[in-house]
């Protein structure tokens, strides 16, 4: 997990410039960090964006208690999965590490809502397509068993066309990451999912 630590350090010094305290954090992988219009999309509810670069859900658990230390949040979205199955991790892997995270978020924070936005599908990860519609499987089936404060957000669905390919327009060049078009579509989904039930 050494290769983590520039951008852990990086996350680290922004929480000593933030001046205030945030309601809201997001955190997991690139799909997170790189959502540059997130402070504006989710100004009413003070958000901070802990996504670090390459995050796989294993990282996510392994920094947990060193990013989160600073912050008393009211709720929390997490966007992290992909990156492990894309190193090669089983669905079932990344299952237990979310069923980690959600003991460590407990431990730390209680009964807070928390939302766990699915895997998106990729045009770069269409090999592995199958693997992700599994991921999400197990982890939607675990939150259902969870209390009333967990969510999961399905944005899988909403980014296929009529036959289950990932839409073009929602990706940048590399078919991985995601286009402006694709943060807008996040954004009312989350805004939805958040506004509906807390």
């Not at 809201?24 to 997170?32: A, L, M, P, R």
């Amino acid at each position: 997990m050494y290769w983590y630590e520039d951008e852990i350090k990086r996350l680290e010094n922004d929480r000593e410039k933030l001046g205030y305290d945030p309601e809201t954090i997001f955190y997991g992988s690139s799909s997170i960090r790189m959502w540059t219009s997130l402070y504006n999309d989710f100004s009413e509810i003070k958000p901070v964006n802990l996504g670090f670069g390459g995050s796989t859900l294993a990282a996510c658990v392994w920094f947990f208690e060193r990013i989160m230390a600073p912050y008393h949040p009211k709720r929390i979205i997490i966007y992290a999965g992909d990156n492990d199955l894309g190193d090669g991790r089983h669905p079932e892997e990344v299952f237990i590490f979310f069923q980690q995270l959600a003991v460590k978020i407990n431990k730390q924070f209680g009964d807070l809502p928390c939302y766990y936005v699915s895997l998106k599908p990729s045009p770069a990860r269409l090999a592995i397509v199958d693997k992700y519609k599994y991921t999400n499987s197990l982890i939607e089936t675990e939150i259902a068993k969870y209390g009333d404060n967990w969510q999961f957000i399905d944005v899988y669905k909403k980014m296929i066309d009529a036959n289950g390919r990932p839409q073009s327009e929602n990706y940048v060049s590399d078919g991985l990451h995601l286009s402006e078009k694709a943060y807008q579509l996040w954004k009312e989904v989350i805004n939805d999912s958040i506004t509906g039930n807390h």
